[in-house]
């Protein structure tokens, strides 16, 4: 759902999906990846994990929409 979305409402192209999915799935693991480390990079520190996890939402969104916007869906 949220890649039918992000290609057809937020980013509005056309063509081929293929490649763009296998970017999207990409980036999807990348995101994952991101999250993880930075929820237990801060817990390791003593931040309190929700506070962590905000923040780790924060980066990845910066993350997601720069790589959707200049390579998933260019």
Known sequence: VNYTL?????FDVDG???????RYAV????????TIAIVTG???LGVYYLLAKAVSVAVAAAVNF???RLW???
């Open 6 to 10: 992000n290609h057809v409402w937020a």
């Open 16 to 22: 081929f999906v293929g490649r763009r999915m296998a």
């Open 27 to 34: 980036l999807v693991a990348v995101n994952y990846g991101i």
């Open 42 to 44: 801060l817990t390791g």
């Open 66 to 68: 720069t790589g959707y």
């Open 72 to 74: 998933v869906f260019r």
